[in-house]
């Protein structure tokens, strides 16, 4: 049969496939000019046991197409393996096992900065209480600010977290 006037039927007879299989071929990128291109296309694109070409029964491509089927095997299970990864993943992020760490960043600066902020006003709050006081009495005072600061800050929690983040999203 002439390459220059290849038809699918021809082809399909050619590779014993048929006009359907020649179509699905085709559309993933295989040559329909000529069987030799086909036949070089299969043996280079598809899994061995999908073809004689690529297992290597096709005559002179035989060590090639051994290497190509060994490159394309550990090629799919590289890709397998990434696949698997990115899946556990996004379950572990489904049940909350992740987070991102950008987010987590965002609220842990949100919230000492609102810790940094409350200990910088101690001094304004406390500044006409202390007016009077001993220095020992003074300095109790200010502990117990401090230290009431230090404890709300203590008591905040994911959800609490959260909500600062997002605050600071919107800004």
Partial sequence: MDDSTMTMTGLGEALGL?????S??????????SVAAA????AENLHPSWSPEARGE???HGAASANASAEFLASRARKETAQAELAEIELARAKHGLCEVERVHRALYAAHRMLRDQLLSVPNRLAAQVVGLTPQAAAEL???EIR???EEFSQLNDETLARIAEQEDGK
């Fill in 18 to 22: 048929s006009k359907g299989q020649i």
């Fill in 24 to 33: 699905k071929l085709a559309a993933k990128g295989m040559p329909t000019d």
């Fill in 39 to 42: 036949r070089a296309w299969r």
């Fill in 58 to 60: 096709g005559g002179a």
């Fill in 142 to 144: 200010m502990r117990a």
């Fill in 148 to 150: 009431r600061c230090l």
